[in-house]
């Protein structure tokens, strides 16, 4: 599934293959909650890192989040003129991309049931609206994008 996704500002903007479109994955941890956190969570999507096209590539920054004191090997990109979140890299995938959902215009498929993760991070003011159907995970859950978007037939052009 084609994805267009841009900043606040409008100085990024981008567009992307999706295998995993659908944003069911809500991360709780500090990392997300702090850098690109709307409701305490942050939502991120699976697509193919070669398909990434992006206008106003001179306004992208990049920082490695810190995790247990170390540098992730993670690069998370914002928009440096307004801060908007945009996407994950890791060259543990080099092949893929994790776009946030929150920078993405396209209509997303909606999602049957939702996945609480990292709850063990979540800060005491952030609820849980879990409903019937989600699970919940102190961490990891136990389903990649790629698993849980084939387990509901929602996986897109893998």
Known sequence: MKLEGSCCCGAVKFTCEAYAP???MRCYCSICR???GGGGYAINLGAHAKSLKVRGKQHIKMFHAKI???KS????????KCGSALWVWDPSWPELIHPFASAIDSELPKAP???HIMLDSRAGWVPVDAKRGDRRFKAYPDQSLEDWH???RMLSGK
Do not use: I, W
């Open 113 to 115: 049931s939702h996945q």
């Open 22 to 24: 659908a944003p069911y």
């Open 150 to 152: 084939r387990a509901h």
């Open 34 to 36: 702090k850098s690109a």
């Open 68 to 70: 247990d004191g170390r």
């Open 73 to 80: 090997s993670g690069e998370r990109r914002f928009c440096g």
